[in-house]
């Protein structure tokens, strides 16, 4: 009788590792969908195959052109702790991957880098009257977030230069910049931007935006941005100090 128990047991336990091992990717999604699709309508989801180990899905949002995910666990990272997962997004004008790390009240996303081409970047901000030439690109990225707000964030991005067109008064505004580079951290409990301009040996602060957990966006452009875009700028101010401040609500 223990003998028939003991190998009852091994059956039924590799029978449910079986199932954990190959459980469907569309099946998880299946069960996942409507709480997700509550809180992102702009997020849809197709074409899911693979299993939740080693798979993969198109998305896309708020009507941009669709990104292949693909995910894959690193089971060299598995035994410091949580589901480690090394995740690429790809697709027309944008590459992207980084190293995400899942725990039952926690997420993180580690070493994320990739590119955003102009046409990517420019569908972004067509809502805004904004366009831009030369790539975008991440470089080692982190965040990390207790599913409600983000904990950790930190990391560098750097823009080639170029065009960028924007909303003016007079029609659609053209100006000229160099390269610039943005630096990513967390002020508090808000989520901040810096971009600046090298200059030299220095990084002269250009523009600065910071993102509250309540859903308000704050920027604040300085006048060296307007300088620098041989634009003109309010006489007498220095050139670190705020020329235009917005503020804006986003969720």
């Known amino acids: 009788m223990r003998r028939r128990l003991l190998y009852t047991g091994i059956g039924l336990s590799a029978f449910l590792g079986f199932l954990l091992t190959n459980l469907p990717a569309s099946l998880i999604w299946a069960q996942a ?27 896309s949002l708020g009507g941009l052109s669709a990104s292949r995910v693909v995910w894959r666990l690193d089971s060299d990272r598995i035994l410091a702790g949580g589901l480690p997962y090394f995740i690429s997004v790809t697709g027309s004008g944008h590459r992207l991957a980084a190293q995400v790390t899942l725990k039952p009240y926690r997420l993180t996303i580690t070493h994320l880098n990739g590119n955003l081409q102009p046409d990517y970047l420019n569908r972004l901000g067509a809502a805004f009257g904004l366009a831009i030439t030369g790539d975008l690109n991440f470089t080692d990225l982190q965040f990390g977030t207790d ?4 904990d950790t964030a930190f990391g560098r991005l750097n823009w080639a230069g170029g ?15 160099p390269p ?41 452009i300085k006048a060296r941005l307007f300088k620098l875009a041989q634009r003109p700028w309010p006489p007498g101010i220095d050139l670190d100090e705020t020329a235009l401040a917005l503020e804006e609500k986003l969720f």
Request: glycine share 10%; net charge negative.
């Open 163 to 177: 065009q960028v067109t924007f909303p003016d008064p007079t029609g659609a505004g053209l100006i000229e910049l």
């Open 180 to 220: 610039l580079q943005g630096q990513i951290s967390l002020a508090t409990s808000n989520l901040r931007l810096d971009i600046t301009y090298s200059s030299g040996d220095q990084d002269l602060p250009l523009i600065s935006l910071l993102l509250k957990p309540e859903g308000w966006l704050e920027v604040a």
């Open 33 to 59: 969908k409507d709480q997700v699709s509550e809180r992102l309508p702009a997020l849809l989801v197709t074409r899911i195959d693979g299993t939740i180990w080693n798979g993969g899905a198109d998305l």
């Open 147 to 150: 599913r409600q707000w983000l």
